[in-house]
C-alpha cells in the first residue's frame, strides 16, 4: 500500500516525466533527415527529434526558401534554393547579416556554429563536403583625398570539407563589388559534386568539366 501511495504521488509532483511534450502553434513540420525534423513559427526555425523533443530551440538564422517575408508580406530579394532547413551529413546552413549582405556558414546537431558565416554562398553537404563562394579581399592602396584605403573583392569557387577546410579550388576569381544594392542577387554555384572523389565544373561556354577531387589544384 505505501508503494501505490508513493507511486501515486510522483506522478503528481513529475507529471511531465510520463507525459510527452507538447508543441503548439506549429506553421509548418519538415519532413526527417539524419532523425531531426524543423518546425517553423513565423519567420523562426526549431529542430525535434524523432521523439518530438525540442533539440535545438528556435532561431531566425537557419536557410529557407520563401517567396515572401511572413512579416511583410512582400516578396523579398534573397531567393534561397534550399526549401527547408535540415541537416545534411551532420551540417544544417545558417546565414547572418553583415552590412545588407548575408554571408553563409553551417550548425552541427548541437547547434554550435562549426564553421563561420563567411561565404557569399554555399551549398548543403553532399558526399562528404560541400562547394562554396569564398571571399577574397586586396588593398589596391589609399585614396589621398577620402584618406580611405581602397579595397577590391573577389571570390573563388571552392570544396570544403566539414571542418571548414579548403579541399579542392574549382574556378575563379570573379570580381565582386560588395555592397548591399550590388549584392541583392547574390552569385550562382554551378558546380555540382558527383561523387565523393568527382566533381562537375560548369565552364563559361556553358559545357561541364569533370574533375577528380584527388587532382592537384
Not at 517567396?67 to 534573397?78: C, R, V
Not at 544544417?92 to 558565416?117: A, N, Q
Not at 579581399?137 to 571542418?163: A, R
Request: proline share 5%; hydrophobic share 35%; with cysteine.
Amino acid at each position: 500500500m505505501k508503494n501505490v501511495f508513493i507511486l501515486f504521488l510522483s506522478l503528481i509532483i513529475f507529471p511531465n516525466l510520463s507525459v510527452g511534450q507538447i508543441i503548439e502553434n506549429i506553421d509548418e513540420i519538415t519532413p526527417y533527415h539524419e532523425e531531426f525534423a524543423a518546425i517553423r513559427k513565423g519567420n523562426t526555425w526549431a529542430f525535434i527529434n524523432t521523439n518530438g523533443e525540442i533539440v535545438i530551440d528556435y532561431r531566425d538564422d537557419l536557410v529557407w526558401a520563401t517567396d515572401i517575408d511572413p512579416k511583410s508580406k512582400k516578396k523579398i530579394l534573397y531567393k534561397e534554393s534550399v526549401r527547408y532547413p535540415a541537416f545534411y551529413e551532420g551540417r544544417c546552413l545558417i546565414k547572418k547579416m553583415i552590412k545588407g549582405i548575408y554571408y553563409y556558414g553551417y550548425i552541427d546537431k548541437s547547434g554550435k556554429t562549426v564553421i563561420e558565416p563567411e561565404y557569399v554562398n554555399a551549398t548543403p553537404f553532399d558526399k562528404g563536403y560541400a562547394v562554396v563562394l569564398k571571399i577574397s579581399k586586396e588593398e589596391l592602396g589609399t585614396n589621398d583625398l577620402l584618406l580611405k584605403k581602397v579595397v577590391s573583392y573577389s571570390y573563388d569557387e571552392v570544396v570544403i570539407d566539414p571542418t571548414g577546410n579548403t579541399k579542392m579550388y574549382l574556378q575563379g576569381p570573379e570580381n565582386l563589388v560588395l555592397t548591399k544594392e550590388k549584392m541583392k542577387w547574390r552569385p550562382t554555384i554551378e558546380s555540382r559534386l558527383v561523387s565523393p572523389n568527382l566533381v562537375a565544373i560548369k565552364t563559361k561556354d556553358n559545357g561541364w568539366q569533370l574533375r577528380s577531387m584527388n587532382a592537384s589544384n
